[in-house]
């Protein structure tokens, strides 16, 4: 696909993320079975049904842009997976798993956000209003996805850790 112009690049981020939000259904799936803290593994699976949500935006985004739901393969979404599935291979300690379960939430939910954020004024260029809002409505979740993380990961107790 050729992106020469903002309704390309559009396209192109559009895609992007649609790939990367289903890709994050199974990996939320994945953090929820792999996390022993039940509050946390909750939190997991809470995100995940808003995951469904995003999802079901972005075809409705697609929609009003013209075109089916296409994906196309977020190279970044694949890397924090593959990331994460060799950390799993490690065999960690529990209590590391559950924290690091959270930091790698963490940074999926940063590259969400920039996502969102450089698809929104994309919208905005292209007079596409009401796909602009419903990507912001997606970004004001991210937000608050990596707010709630960042308060658990605080929280959590580090102490339990071994240091060495």
């Known amino acids: 696909m050729s992106t020469d112009t903002i309704q390309d690049l559009f396209e192109h981020g ?3 993320i649609y790939h990367a ?3 994050l ?3 939320l799936e994945t953090l929820e079975e792999h996390t022993e803290r039940e509050e946390i593994a909750q939190a997991f699976a809470d995100h995940r049904e808003e995951t469904q949500g995003h999802i079901d935006r972005l075809e409705e985004v697609f929609d009003l ?3 089916p739901p296409e994906k196309e393969e977020c190279e970044g979404i694949k890397g924090l997976i593959e990331e994460y599935e060799g950390f799993l291979d490690s065999d960690p300690d529990q209590d590391v798993l559950d924290y690091h379960n959270m930091a790698a ?3 999926t939910e940063h590259y969400e956000i920039a996502a969102y954020g450089n698809l929104i004024p994309l919208a905005d260029q292209l007079g596409l209003d009401e796909a602009a809002d419903l990507l912001e409505e997606n970004l004001r979740e991210e937000q608050d996805a990596l707010d709630e993380l960042k308060e658990r990961t605080e929280a ?5 850790i071994p240091t060495a």
């Open 14 to 16: 559009l895609e992007d």
């Open 65 to 67: 842009f013209g075109e």
């Open 105 to 107: 939430a963490e940074k």
């Open 21 to 23: 939000e289903h890709e």
């Open 25 to 27: 259904l199974d990996a």
């Open 156 to 160: 959590f107790d580090i102490e339990s």
